[in-house]
């Protein structure tokens, strides 16, 4: 089946700094890629709607400065959270829409990122 | 009231029992998941339906568009199908997740 893949697994940064997590399809062409947060025994929420060569669409409550989410190629997709606070630290799920066709379509997961800021 | 809803919220189980996660959704889809989710965190997808049944080795997933309910089924369960088993339901890209539920299988 097709993968994607996160980098990196794990990360640990202090409080002020910004961290990117990559995103990446290895094996097939996404045009949409999906970000999500989840937060210690609590579901997945969707934090923004990603796709290839255009802005992406954010939630409502998800703040898009600080969330910068960039795709620029159709295996790529990059997360960056700017000036990290503690209240950050969140497992992050990237998933990416795979060649489906008509109403049904397949989302990818990714690993997943733990970061932790401190 | 949530969207998606799981039941069992925790269930254990001994090696080589027949186990069954349901799903009920209260919102129109286009297509059900059923995501597995393994201690390190790391997110497998199980099976994605649009309507009757999908088998893959001993998982076996059904859904009923018409009562808005899903239903993943482990036959002769093991102790490595211990994690988090998660439903999520999707209206084109947005997917609304349910709380999963949690499931061990002793030796």
């Known amino acids: 089946g097709a993968v994607v893949s996160q980098h990196p697994s794990r990360v640990i940064c202090k409080s002020g700094t910004s961290v990117k997590i990559e995103c990446r399809s290895l094996?097939?062409?996404?045009?949409?890629m999906f970000w999500y947060r989840q937060f210690p025994k609590q579901s997945l929420m969707l934090m923004a709607t990603?796709?290839?060569?255009?802005?992406?669409?954010?939630e409502q409550g998800v703040e898009k400065d600080k969330f910068l989410i960039n795709h620029a190629s159709l295996t790529l997709s990059t997360l960056t959270v700017t000036s990290a606070h503690p209240e950050d630290s969140s497992f992050y799920i990237c998933?990416?829409?795979?060649?489906?066709?008509?109403?049904?379509?397949?989302?990818?997961f990714g690993p997943g990122t733990r970061l932790t800021v401190t | 009231k949530n969207e998606v809803e799981q039941s069992p919220q925790n269930l254990t189980a001994q090696e080589g029992e027949f186990i069954t996660i349901n799903c009920s959704y209260s919102?129109?889809?286009?297509?059900l998941h059923w995501l597995q989710q393994h201690p390190g965190g790391g997110i497998v997808s199980l099976f994605m339906?649009?309507?009757g049944k999908k088998k893959h080795g001993r998982l076996i997933a059904t859904i009923n568009i018409q009562e808005k309910h899903s239903s993943l089924h482990i036959t002769a369960s093991h102790p490595r199908d211990s994690a988090v088993y998660i439903c999520?339901?999707?209206?084109?890209?947005?997917?609304?997740f349910g709380e999963g539920t949690q499931l061990t299988v002793n030796p």
């Open positions: 998933s990416a829409r795979g060649p489906g066709t008509g109403m049904s379509y397949e989302q990818y």
């Open positions: 094996d097939f062409q996404a045009t949409t």
């Open positions: 990603s796709n290839e060569g255009s802005k992406a669409t954010y």
């Open positions: 919102v129109g889809i286009s297509a």
């Open positions: 339906l649009s309507s």
């Open positions: 999520a339901v999707g209206w084109w890209s947005r997917l609304t």
